[in-house]
């Protein structure tokens, strides 16, 4: 079956830049999409069809999507990013398929 | 806006059924896929799968077994089903809608959590 692998923890000083990236066999492919999920929250749509930008979604978040790696890219982090973030592809066998998730620590 | 809204019981006996049910306003379930997910404590999401609004279904295959999902068009509204639940099955449950095109989603609920304990 198919499955997407992240980083467990990505640490990242504020005003830096943070890359969380995500595997997966052929991820190219396929289209990617990121989740940011905070504490006691429900998850939001940061990036998807690899690159796009929600409304509301500031310009700081960006993807990119090649090979076998989607990275998920937040210049001039700030603290309030800080948080747990999922990326996610859709494959036709095993259907939605979530990574294990990378928790995002700014300090 | 979209918004969703999932009920239901918060605590269920081990080998019984979870049912959660999860209502749709500000717009219409009609030709959009939903999803059911889940994150036990501690955990990461999982997908259950997703029902399309006119009835089709596609489950995880390791849930396909115990998970059982429906659509009510005139009420909008959506039902999980999950049968012989154990401590495993204790998570916050989400409903999402699943854009057709690029597979995310775009909508979601506040989660419920269910925890299965005697």
């Known amino acids: 079956s198919f499955e997407l692998t992240q980083p467990p923890s990505v640490s990242v000083s504020p005003g830096q830049t943070a890359s969380i990236t995500c595997s997966g066999d052929k991820l190219g492919d396929k289209y990617a999409c990121w989740y940011q999920l905070k504490p006691g929250q429900s998850p939001v749509l940061v990036i998807y069809q690899d690159t796009k930008r929600p409304s509301g979604i500031p310009e700081r978040f960006s993807g990119s999507n090649s090979g076998n790696t989607a990275t998920l890219t937040i210049s001039g982090t700030q603290p309030m990013d800080e948080a747990d973030y999922y990326c996610q592809a859709w494959d036709s066998n095993t259907g939605v398929v979530f990574g294990g998730g990378t928790k995002l620590t700014v300090l | 806006q979209v918004q969703l809204q999932e009920s239901g019981p918060g605590l269920v006996k081990p080998s019984e059924t979870l049912s959660l049910t999860c209502t749709v306003s500000?717009?219409?379930?009609?030709?959009?896929?939903w999803s059911w997910i889940r994150q036990p404590p501690g955990k990461g999401l999982e997908w259950i799968g997703y029902?399309?609004?006119?009835?089709?279904?596609k489950y995880k295959s390791s849930l396909k077994s115990r998970v059982t999902m429906s659509v009510d068009t005139s009420k909008n509204l959506l039902s999980l089903k999950m049968s012989s639940v154990t401590a495993a099955d204790t998570a916050v449950y989400y409903c999402?809608?699943?854009?057709?095109?690029?597979?995310?989603?775009?909508?979601w609920g506040q989660g419920t959590l269910v925890t299965v304990s005697s």
């Open positions: 029902i399309y609004y006119s009835g089709s279904t």
């Open positions: 500000g717009g219409s379930v009609n030709n959009s896929y």
């Open positions: 999402a809608r699943e854009r057709s095109l690029s597979f995310d989603l775009d909508y």
